[in-house]
């Protein structure tokens, strides 16, 4: 265990972002902990903050597991972060732009045409089109893990729907109600105008044809997704409207919504359904979630859809490898974030090398999400590495495989008292007009000892993520 | 507003109102059974009920016997049985939850609350909740949801949207209970009037919480006539059908004002209301009063079915 | 050659319908092979919506009806130039890379007997691989109407041995790309002299490093000429379908189409 990087204790010593909770841990008793940590579920529970898992099935009014133990970063950290991610989020929106329209990078030969234009998520629908201000990823979320002090890496990059912002503001304003002393104390900086600038990044990529203030609204696959709330507390907070399919319909051009008052037009769309789902005429033929004739109106240019129809090409496990290099590509730029090193499944002499040390490493799907169809070798029994040893054999092509990195950990309330549990970090970034990052993220933590899997659907967990100001 | 909304907030109060309906329901059918029988034993009345509920053939094909249990299992804890009354507060907490962000703190938490404690008397033996303790308890929470949403919500147009569900439900199943106990209830017409019939109407006005109300109103014997007065003309019943138009009417002309446009629902609405404001209790007696009740339960049905048109299909 | 098209689909609905939504495909492809000289589409109680080029290069237009409505009449009519350019397709401006079609889908999915008949195909280059792929689709689904419906994938059709254009296209479609050759569904028009034949028809574009884009025609054994109109293109028959709409409500709809395409006089 003491290879990990623990992020609030070095060497025996406190690191300098954590100085002030060393005193609030040790002086805070195990009655009033208890008394806190039930308070806090109460009220998540009252806010009716849920989190339901696909295909599991029970109580979808579960909620999430708080750990109240916040994860801190000092001004000088978050700054390099916060360059790295930026830079990233850039580069992958040159790429898509690229990718819809000549493909330079594909004519290079920096990455291979196969790879992206057969890619699932590569939509031909949208060829030649370019969405305004050339923005198709509008909240990219990376997903980042540390390994040391100046030592982090991108596990993935989100560009479609990243989900759990909501999380990030609502853990903050829960531990500020409950603990107002450490705001007092710490020079933490605020997270809260997350939803203006998402309402303003979005507003920045209204149509050239919007008379005035765009009216945006976020597009739901309804209230038994397991997100809706998510979805609902951004519309609340933005002051937009929550929207079905249904409840949308394009006429001469435009998309309009049904109001009480009759139609009224609607010209930025914040979805959070698939691609696959936007549009049956486009699209899936039976999907009863879109706007039929959506997609006519976008590529016509009446409405914007953020993120893009298309973008997912991005942020393919598979295409996830070229991300470095899209990055000196299209900015000139060395990554300031690493990507862990990658071994492809579909390359015959990589795929041996995987096979051979299934033991060791960690494999995903290349279409998979949410910890699902995943293997984390040391973690598993030998009938278990064979079981997917046949998977991968079966299909190499969804298989991508990954060291197993030294997670590091930060300090978590456990039933014992206090100890070190594996933590990741999503933050999310805005891109419109301008590109912005609020200081903060999702941090997820593991909350079984010993576990690396940070996934909620795996018992994870979430912490409040503190960026100091300098 | 979007239709949807306003369409989940209409429902969300017409499934509230359609629960307190169903423990009324039980608690009038719990009461009957407590009378002698009579010659064709209570079997009837259940029945009757459960007509004025709609839900007469569905209960004999699932139940059969119409013995208090079975009655109890169909208006409270059926699920299949959409008038129940935990299917009703299901919807109408689902339709909370889609709008959760139009209703205030207090009316979500009234309204969980509600749902949380019914799925645990769900897991509770059935044995250890007497009949009274269910009406009770939905004539509670029912009064919670409705305290919470009169004394926090912003007066917007999804606060009427949300009256106009509760004052339609109201006026259609004050108006079912009425014509069950006038049209069904009574064997045949040698009854009327008799100490049978009385007590069956005391019972009605009990059930909805009217009885004391009725003889503070009116005082001396209870008859046919004065009761229909009592429940349709006159304007201070709570559950009455006058109150019902007038407070339809009310929202809808408040919606009118705020959206600067008045639509077939307040056409609709007005004449309801001008009819009941023209109609005399021996207008009604003389039309026959299941024909007068029968009558009522179209047009508020037709005012529904405008308010839909207009407002909550968005097809405008 | 000059050809004249009056292409007229009626919905009609059992009960009434609202909120009809349609992407239509229906104005003839702008590039060399053709040129418009007259064209109009319109729907009977219908909106224009938007109007734009895709990705390869079709021209799509969105149209709504708001009903309700018991049926609805889509009316094309129109005049074009057409030459005959040996099949090859020139100067379309599309942003479609060409490997992109190089995917698969459900009606264009390989089985074993389509990949048995794709290995026949000899040819040395690959223009003339693709000529005999088209043969060999030629040969072995007979054209009888009637057998294949819209939904019939080309492992089916050649497994009975009998189907129609839209067949043809399809089978001809999975064969090129089992030999690494990207294919596309077309549909489009056809003047046939003769009484018999579909005006409708759908064939298929086979892509040929160098030359571009290369029509086949199987179940008329030749490259599209000047009797062709061209509309529009997709991965199979779905995706390049002419008219794709939704309507609202609970109804059933039954559906005429009448086609002519008649040589103009000059």
């Not at chain 3, 109007?51 to 889509?74: C, L, M, Q, T």
Request: aromatic share 8%; hydrophobic share 40%; with cysteine.
């Amino acid at each position: 265990m003491s290879t990990y990087f623990n992020e609030m204790m070095d060497r025996g010593a406190v690191r300098p972002p954590y100085a002030q909770l060393q005193g609030w841990v040790d002086q805070m008793p195990a009655e009033l902990r208890n008394l806190k940590q039930a308070e806090a579920e109460a009220l998540f529970r009252r806010i009716g903050i849920t989190f339901a898992v696909y295909g599991e099935g029970g109580d979808p009014d579960r909620l999430i597991p708080f750990d109240m133990f916040p994860r801190v970063f000092a001004a000088q950290e978050w700054f390099r972060l916060e360059r790295g991610i930026k830079q990233r989020a850039r580069a992958l929106n040159a790429f898509l732009a690229d990718v819809y329209d000549r493909g330079e990078i594909v004519r290079a030969g920096r990455i291979p045409a196969r790879l992206v234009y057969l890619n699932e998520a590569y939509e031909k629908a949208v060829a030649g089109f370019r969405p305004p201000k050339g923005v198709y990823s509008h909240i990219v979320g990376i997903d980042l893990v540390r390994t040391g002090p100046d030592e982090f890496y991108v596990l993935e990059d989100n560009c479609r729907t990243p989900s759990g912002v909501s999380y990030m503001l609502e853990n903050r304003e829960i531990m500020m109600r409950m603990f107002p002393e450490l705001f007092a104390s710490n020079r933490i900086q605020p997270v809260e105008a997350y939803p203006e600038l998402l309402r303003s990044t979005l507003a920045s990529v209204a149509p050239a044809n919007c008379p005035g203030e765009p009216n945006i609204v976020i597009l739901t696959p309804g209230h038994f997704n397991s997100a809706y709330y998510e979805h609902s507390f951004l519309a609340d907070m933005m002051g937009v409207e929550l929207v079905e399919g249904q409840d949308l319909f394009v006429e001469g051009g435009q998309v309009y919504m049904r109001t009480t008052q009759g139609p009224k037009r609607v010209d930025v769309i914040y979805r959070r359904i698939d691609d696959a789902f936007l549009d049956p005429l486009c699209f899936r033929p039976d999907s009863m979630l879109g706007v039929p004739g959506l997609m006519d109106v976008y590529r016509s240019g009446g409405v914007s859809i953020c993120s893009a129809p298309g973008a997912g090409v991005a942020d393919d496990k598979a295409v996830y490898t070229y991300v470095p290099e899209m990055v000196r590509f299209y900015l000139g730029e060395e990554p300031i974030l690493q990507n862990v090193p990658t071994w492809q499944c579909a390359k015959a002499d990589e795929l041996t090398h995987v096979l051979e040390n299934l033991g060791d490493l960690v494999v995903k799907e290349v279409h998979g999400s949410g910890g699902y169809g995943m293997l984390v070798g040391p973690k598993s029994t030998k009938a278990e590495i064979e079981a997917f040893r046949a998977k991968i054999i079966d299909a190499p092509d969804n298989y991508i495989a990954q060291p197993t990195l030294a997670l590091s950990t930060v300090p978590s309330f456990v039933e014992q008292g206090v100890a070190p549990r594996h933590v990741d970090l999503r933050p999310y970034c805005l891109v419109g007009e301008r590109i912005e990052l609020v200081p903060g993220g999702l941090t997820r933590v593991a909350l079984r000892e010993g576990s690396l899997v940070v996934n909620s659907s795996q018992g994870g967990g979430v912490k409040d993520t503190w960026v100091l100001a300098e | 507003m979007l239709s949807r909304t306003a369409e989940n907030l209409y429902w969300l109060a017409r499934y509230m109102e359609r629960a307190e309906t169903a423990a009324r329901l039980l608690d009038v059918g719990s009461r009957i059974a407590m009378l002698p029988n009579s010659e064709q034993g209570y079997r009837n009345e259940w029945e009757a009920l459960l007509r004025a509920g709609g839900s007469a053939d569905a209960f004999a094909r699932r139940y059969g016997d119409p013995v208090q249990r079975n009655i109890e299992s169909h208006l409270f804890f059926d699920h299949e049985n959409p008038s129940s009354v935990v299917s009703s507060i299901t919807r109408a907490r689902e339709n909370g939850r889609i709008v959760r962000t139009a209703l205030t703190t207090q009316v979500w938490d009234a309204l969980n609350t509600a749902f949380q404690e019914m799925r645990e008397m769900e897991r509770r033996p059935r044995s250890a909740q007497s009949l009274s303790v269910l009406t009770d308890w939905t004539m509670r929470h029912s009064a919670l949801v409705r305290g919470a949403i009169d004394a926090t919500l912003l007066r917007n147009d999804g606060w009427d949207f949300l009256n106009l569900g509760y004052v339609l439900e109201r006026a259609d199943s004050t108006a079912r209970l009425l014509d069950v106990k006038y049209y069904v209830l009574l064997p045949n017409l040698s009854f009327v009037g008799s100490g049978l019939d009385n007590y069956q109407w005391r019972t009605l006005l009990r059930a909805m919480s009217l009885h004391r109300a009725f003889h503070w109103a009116y005082g001396g014997e209870v008859t046919a006539a004065k009761i229909a007065d009592f429940l349709i003309l006159n304007p201070q019943t709570p559950r009455g059908l006058r109150p019902c138009v007038q407070a339809m009417t009310h929202h809808l002309d408040r919606l009118a004002q705020a959206y600067g446009a008045v639509t077939p629902a307040q056409e609709a609405a007005q004449a309801l209301r001008d009819r009941m404001e023209a109609v005399t209790i021996q207008g009604i007696l003389d039309e026959g009063l299941h024909e007068f009740l029968t009558r009522f339960i179209r047009e508020v049905s037709g005012v529904g079915q405008k308010i839909h048109e207009s407002y909550l299909g968005g097809d405008l | 050659m000059r050809l004249a098209v009056e292409h007229v689909t009626t919905y009609t609905y059992d009960r009434p319908v609202r909120r009809v939504v349609q992407s239509h495909r229906l104005t003839p492809t702008a590039c060399q092979n053709q040129r418009v000289i007259d064209w109009a589409v319109t729907v009977s109680d219908g909106v224009r919506g938007g109007s734009f080029r895709d990705g390869a290069g079709d021209r799509i237009e969105g149209w709504s009806v708001k009903g309700p409505v018991e049926a609805i009449e889509v009316r094309v009519k129109g005049l074009v130039e057409t030459q005959d350019m040996a099949g090859v397709l020139k100067g379309l401006r599309e942003s479609v890379p060409a490997v992109a079609w190089l995917g698969e889908t459900a009606p264009t999915a390989p089985d074993g007997a389509l990949r048995d008949l794709a290995a026949q195909g000899a040819g040395g280059d690959a223009l003339s691989l693709a000529h005999d792929l088209a043969g060999l689709v030629a040969g072995a689904i007979a054209w009888v109407p009637g057998r294949t419906d819209a939904s019939t994938s080309a492992a089916e059709a050649l497994a009975q041995g009998e189907g129609v254009c839209q067949d043809h296209a399809h089978a001809l479609i999975a064969l090129a790309r089992l030999r690494d050759l990207p294919a596309r569904y077309v549909s489009g028009y056809m003047f046939d002299a003769g009484e018999a034949g579909e005006a409708a028809h759908a064939w298929a574009e086979i892509w040929i490093e160098g030359l571009g884009w290369v029509g086949f025609d199987p179940a008329n054994r030749c490259c599209p000429d000047a009797r062709y109109i061209r509309l529009g293109c997709g991965m199979d028959g779905a995706g390049a379908a002419p008219i794709r709409g939704v309507a609202r409500g609970l109804a059933t709809e039954s559906l005429q189409i009448a086609v002519a395409v008649a040589q103009a006089q000059q």
